[in-house]
Every structure is written in C-alpha cells, then in structure tokens.
C-alpha cells in the first residue's frame, strides 16, 4: 500500500496544481467582470472598438455582446445572438456568471466560455461572452510533478472528457477521448474506474489505486472550484512513490 505520508506528498501536489488552475481561470472570470462593468452604456461604435482591443489584447478567441433582447454583435461587428452560443446562457437569463466547456466538433473539449453579466446601475442591460482556448489553464510547470514523474490532468465530471490539455505527449490523454477510457485501456480495474466516475460527479475526493501509461499507480481526485464541473486528477506511478516519498 501507499504510505500515510506518500499520500498527504500526492494529495499536496495535486492541491497545489488545483489552486494553480483555479486561480487562472478566476483571474479571467474578474478580467470579464470588469469589461463589462467598464462597457456600459457605450455605443455600438465604441463597444467594437473596447471589444476589439480586448479581444487580442487578452488573446480570446472570440469575444461577443447582447443587449436585453439577446441580440448583438462580435468583436469584428458581426450580428450574433445568444442561440449561437456553444454552452447554455445564464449571464442574460439569470444574471449570473458562468464558466462552462465547449465541445468541439470532434467531440472535445477545445475552449472555455465565460459569461459575465452587463449592468447599468441595477439594471442588467446585456451580457458580454469570451470564448477563450482551453489549453491557456494548462503549463507543463503546473501540471507535471515529482520531477516528471507525476502528471495532472482536469475532466469533465459530467462526461468525463479531458478539459484542459496541451498538445499530448504521452500520458492518458494522449488519444483524447475520456480519462475513463484511458484507465481501462491501460489495464485499471473497471470496479476502481465505476468508483472514481461515481466519485467524480458526486463531487467527492480521494486516493485510487490504478494503471496508468501500463504500470500500477495512484490516482488522487480533487473537484475544482472556479468550474463546478472540472475535476483534478494527479497520478503518480507506485513504483515511483514506493521509493520516494518526497514531492
């Protein structure tokens, strides 16, 4: 088994990556907070103008407005309304900031969208929307640990699809798909994997013995804040941790 303090060394690892992914994707969720409470009541002129240098000044990959109605326009002054956005409204329909995941054609998780909320004075008079690349929550700094040894990686809890990715190298998210999938290809138990996907959207953490990448490991899973549907998870190969419990 794994020793009581290998566990607290992978469970303060994967913490510590938690934290790193939150607070950027926080930091982006106040950076559309504030653009929308600088652009109202701008003009239409001026709103593409703001919209335009915010855009690729913050490197989104889109970026949109709606008044009241739900109707509006892009960064580049194209009309858009709110039936074309790639996730559920909630910032017009319950006034309310959300972040949420994007699949892309290929099934994929590919981008974030935040939605933030316009208001004059009380009165919510539109809503602002980014689309931003997923792979801006991910660095090799934060997501690697245990000299290389260790790897995160964040899911979706609903589905269980990888939602933060760089391009994969090796790792069980290298043929994409779901982490899920990816266990069980690399021969973990499938009584072990039904617990961790029970586990993962109920909201729950917690230590799994598996294979990864072909060889036994430990898996620990946190839920994510600033997305309620993310879920971290670090893995550490056992024979790595039999030998070292250092972080």
């Avoid at 602002?128 to 690697?144: G, K």
Wanted: hydrophobic share 40%; proline share 2%.
């Amino acid at each position: 088994g794994l020793e009581e303090n290998a566990v607290d060394a992978l469970k303060t690892s994967a913490g510590v990556i938690r934290r790193g992914v939150d607070s950027a994707l926080s930091a982006d969720v106040q950076m559309m907070r504030r653009f929308a409470a600088r652009v109202a009541g701008y003009s239409e002129q001026a709103l593409v103008h703001s919209m335009t240098l915010f855009r690729y000044s913050n490197e989104l990959t889109a970026l949109y407005y709606v008044d009241g109605t739900g109707v509006g326009f892009s960064s580049e002054g194209e009309a858009f309304d709110i039936s074309q956005l790639p996730a559920t409204e909630r910032a017009l329909s319950m006034g309310e900031e959300a972040v949420s995941s994007c699949l892309a054609e290929d099934g994929s998780y590919t981008h974030v969208l935040i939605q933030s909320p316009v208001y004059l004075g009380v009165q919510a008079v539109g809503a602002v929307y980014a689309l931003l690349p997923a792979e801006r929550y991910y660095s090799d700094a934060l997501f690697t640990f245990r000299e290389g040894a260790g790897h995160a990686y964040v899911f979706s809890a609903r589905d269980g699809r990888f939602t933060v990715e760089d391009e994969p190298a090796g790792g069980l998210d290298e043929a994409g798909g779901t982490i899920y999938e990816a266990l069980l290809a690399s021969g973990s138990e499938r009584e072990q994997v039904s617990r961790l996907a029970r586990d993962a959207q109920a909201g729950g953490s917690g230590l799994y013995s598996l294979r990864a990448d072909g060889e036994e490991a430990y898996l620990y899973l946190m839920p994510c804040e600033t997305n309620a549907d993310w879920r971290l998870a670090a893995v550490v190969p056992a024979a790595r941790d039999r030998k070292s419990t250092r972080l």
